[in-house]
């Protein structure tokens, strides 16, 4: 039994209720107190010891069917592609009226 507690028990023998309720908070702080304690000092004793490594970053996502993007917006599937190359039409048509190659 802890001092603080003693001394409860002897303020409510003694009928001194006022110290008896200061004791009381008293005893109570110092039990909080070390039960924390106790508590930071396992925290800190397993903090870096046994620790799971955990993943950097979500798992990336599986792209089930890729597709082609066409000029409209939607999305033609490639799955009867198969060489893996790209088919863009890079090329840009001339301004009408405009002479590309005597311009300048």
Known sequence: MSE?????IDKIAD???ASAGDAFKDALR??????LDAHRQEVAG?????????????PKPVIADPGTFNQDGSVSPTTNAGDGQADLDLS?????????????
């Open 4 to 8: 603080e507690v003693k001394n409860f």
């Open 15 to 17: 009928g001194d209720n």
């Open 30 to 35: 110092v039990k909080v107190g070390n039960s």
């Open 46 to 58: 397993n903090m870096f010891n046994g620790s799971v490594e955990q993943p950097h970053s979500d």
């Open 92 to 104: 840009q048509p001339s301004p009408v009226g405009i002479d590309v190659d005597n311009a300048g």
